[in-house]
């Protein structure tokens, strides 16, 4: 997926900080935060959406790194999202774990 904009950001094509990463995904700091922590959780496999992915070992894995990323950073309390289509709010067509912590917007 050439025109993905999570596929450039995962071959560092922007330069982007990667918060955390491991063999299924990266973790970095979403540009327009709706909490004081927003960070999205990204698998390195281009799926558009939940709807596409027939890979429950795949979402095991993103959410395990959940688990790893929140522990590694000190957050305790969050909160985790999924927008599911656009209708949903689904904005980037890769699919992706919001964890949104502290000052909801
Ligand atoms: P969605 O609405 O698809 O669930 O969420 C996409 C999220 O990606 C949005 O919260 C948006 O702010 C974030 N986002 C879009 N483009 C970029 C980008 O180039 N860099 C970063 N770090 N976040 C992005
Ligand atoms: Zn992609």
Redesign the pocket.
């Known amino acids: 997926m050439t025109d993905c904009?999570?596929c450039k950001?995962l071959k560092g094509e922007?330069g982007?900080e990667f918060i955390y990463e491991n063999e299924y995904a990266v973790v970095?700091?979403?540009?327009?935060p709706?909490a004081d922590i927003?960070l999205?959780v990204v698998p390195r496999l281009h799926v558009e959406s939940l709807n596409e992915l027939d890979d429950e070992n795949l979402l095991a894995k993103l959410m395990m790194t959940v688990k790893e990323v929140t522990k590694k950073e000190g957050i305790n309390s969050f909160r985790t999202?999924?927008?599911t289509g656009k209708e949903a709010?689904?904005?980037?067509?890769h699919l992706?774990i919001?964890i949104l912590s502290g000052g909801f917007k």
């Open positions: 904009i999570f950001i922007f982007t970095f700091k979403d540009i327009n709706k927003h999205l999202v999924i927008n709010g689904q904005e980037v067509f992706h919001h």
